[in-house]
């Protein structure tokens, strides 16, 4: 079988931070062994969801080239991209992979006009030379997402609303015309309609001008929305990958389902019932030998807590969990012992419903 | 009874550069109150108003933001005072005590540099008779412990703590001194959503147990289905729709809130969702009649020529649009 040509390959990546708090030094893999691939000539969007500090930016940084892996490959249309010295070639590599960043309010100088930046990045990156082709360039990429120049100029960031900022920060991105978007949480500050904006255009680019868009993001309904495929982090692992509409519309494993259950759906008739039993700290999760998810897993046995899952195959996707099978087939029994699970994790079918 | 109330509010960013004056009405002839008990949620779209309602609710108006009509009244154990014709020391004599508020990104206010034992011991200080050292950790560390959080963190560094955490403790420290009503901005935006529901317990756990109210800005649907009694719905610096959360959700009878409530995104559903069509208007334009009319599909002649009053069309319900009432809007002076 020839190997299909890949946009970006991603293997075996991991980074390892040492986290001190007080005297104690724990070592933790906020990346750990993540491996996936991205098809050129097929434009998809690719979400990566999980809990915050589970590894996600971390990720996308070393995907950036801003931070330097632990260990593993990062590979961009055949070019390794951890070896890139030259400033030209680190250009050209930053001008096809673009960022946008969760904060639209780290993004932008709050001493600087907002559209300084913009015409800094069609400089920097050679662009144009010429002031009234910046112009135009920039309104464009400005237009493409929501905004215009004419309202833009001359103001400051803290002039802008959240929202209306982060609009900005996609359209600086968009200024380098890249084949691939890295965008790390980019609507957290949005509310719906805009994220819907925002999210659409990822879907036009993608269609129309072929860019492949890494979508991060703590919002379930917009990712599955979007997306083509998504994988779900946990502390540094990736427990489920495959395609949105079987791994979210019908998670298997435990921590995906939780996700799911935990978006708040828009329906005053439909509220949570009983409380959710929040992570302890991140250092505790990430020590953990076996799974990541055995302090909080309703199905959690022996095995979980000595060794760590492996990656199993299983409807179409890669689960990360020693009892994927038994959980798809309703067989599982939750642990008896333990304070009581969430309760869309008590009946085996709740968090597999669609809709 | 209301326990905070704005009359015909206006609040505008007036700016000047290069000699042209500009105006942004962020806040716009504005009337609403804030019952006792009760969780009132503020909900609209992203640069519709509701930080700088929040902020002259709270009495935090510096320039360029001016109050340039109507005002806002609490009611302090029965009595009104008037928070547009305060001075300042009147102000933070109220403030904290009677109003409270946790800021939109408020998790970055903590102060990086000093240990939160000593973001409480700063708080504190101008406001409650002396204590000793001791005597506040203490306090600070029941507090925390009764919202549930270890008291060790009032050891640690804000940089220590995670998001979820650090937005828990400046729950914490605007309900420490029991203020009457609690203004929160945001508070989940930007959390996972295990951690947000995390947050929206302790935030309905604290007001069942206060009987406080909390008022509850954020543009999640979902949040506000969750967690309020009533919904307030602004479109550009106007009150459209205000109503039970119950009846928002189940006959929202504004266009708008009609889109708001139908466009959300659901997992199970990938049809194709438009987004609005068209931007809302700029509020440092002149805008006359109602401010939703370019992107209303059911648009009148009448609506470009005046705004429609907000009127009570049910039981706790009411509603600004032409469709329902023909009554217009009266301008505050
Ligand atoms: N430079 C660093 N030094 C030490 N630890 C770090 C560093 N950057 C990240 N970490 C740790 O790595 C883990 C993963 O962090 P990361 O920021 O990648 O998570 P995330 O999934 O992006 O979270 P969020 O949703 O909050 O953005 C966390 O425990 C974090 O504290
Ligand atoms: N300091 C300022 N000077 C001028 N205009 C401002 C200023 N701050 C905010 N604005 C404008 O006032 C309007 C309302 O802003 P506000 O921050 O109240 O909106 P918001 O509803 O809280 O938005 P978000 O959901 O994005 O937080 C926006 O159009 C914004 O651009
Ligand atoms: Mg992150
Ligand atoms: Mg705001």
Partial sequence: ?355 | MSLVRAESLKAYYITKAYGVERVVKAVDNVTLEVRENEILGIAGESGCGKSTLMKTLLGIVQPPLTVVGGRVVYTVDGKDVDVTAASPQELEGVRWRHVSYVPQGSMNVLNPVRRIKHTFRDFVAHRVQRMSQAELVKWAAEHLKSLGLPPEVLNAYPHQLSGGMKQRVTIALATLLKPKVIFADEPTTALDVIVQRGVIQLLSRIQREEKNSLVLVTHDMGVHAHLTHRIVIMYAGKVIEEGSTAKIFSAPQHPYTQYLIGSLPVIGDKEYRVSAPGNPPRLDRPLTGCRFVDRCPKAMPQCRQAAPALVETGKDHKVACFLVSPEEEKESA
């Fill in chain 1, 1 to 355: 079988m020839p190997e299909q040509a890949s946009l970006l390959s991603v293997k075996e990546l991991s980074r390892v931070f040492i986290l001190r708090s007080g005297l104690t030094r724990t070592r933790i893999a906020a990346v750990n062994r993540v491996s996936f691939e991205l098809a050129a000539g097929r434009p998809e969007i690719f979400s990566i969801v999980g809990e915050s500090g589970s590894g996600k930016s971390t990720l996308a940084r070393m995907l950036l080239g801003l931070l330097e892996p632990s260990e593993g490959k990062i590979i961009y249309k055949g070019r390794d991209v951890t070896a890139i010295r030259r400033r030209r070639d680190r250009l050209a590599f930053m001008k096809e992979v673009q960022p946008v960043f969760q904060n639209p309010f780290d993004t932008f100088n709050p001493l600087k006009k907002v559209e300084t930046y913009l015409y800094e990045t069609v400089y920097n990156f050679g662009m144009t030379d010429n002031v009234r082709e910046a112009d135009r360039i920039i309104d464009d990429a400005l237009r493409a997402a929501g905004l215009s120049l004419v309202e833009v100029k001359g103001r400051y960031p803290n002039e802008l609303s959240g929202g209306q900022l982060q609009r900005a920060a996609v359209a600086r991105a968009l200024i380098t015309q890249p084949s691939l978007i890295i965008a790390d949480e980019p609507v957290s500050m949005m509310d719906a309609s805009l994220r819907m904006s925002v999210v659409n255009l990822f879907k036009e680019l993608k269609e129309r001008l072929g860019v492949t868009v890494i979508y991060i993001t703590h919002d379930l309904a917009t990712a599955y929305y979007v997306s083509d495929r998504i994988v779900v982090m946990l502390r540094g692992n990736v427990v489920e990958q495959g395609p949105v509409e079987k791994v979210l519309a019908a998670p298997l494993h435990p921590y995906t389902r939780l996700l799911k259950e935990s978006v708040p759906k828009p329906d005053p008739k439909d509220k949570w019932e009983g409380e959710v039993k929040l992570a302890t700290s991140e250092g505790v999760e990430y020590a953990r030998a076996g799974c990541k998810f055995a302090g909080r897993c309703p199905y959690v046995q022996d095995a979980c807590i000595r060794e760590a899952p492996p990656d199993v195959e299983f409807d179409g996707r890669i689960v990360k969990c020693h009892r994927v099978e038994e959980i798809a087939s309703g067989t599982a029994q939750p642990a008896q012992n333990g304070s009581a699970p969430p309760e869309a994790l008590r009946s085996p079918k709740a968090g597999s419903q669609a809709g």
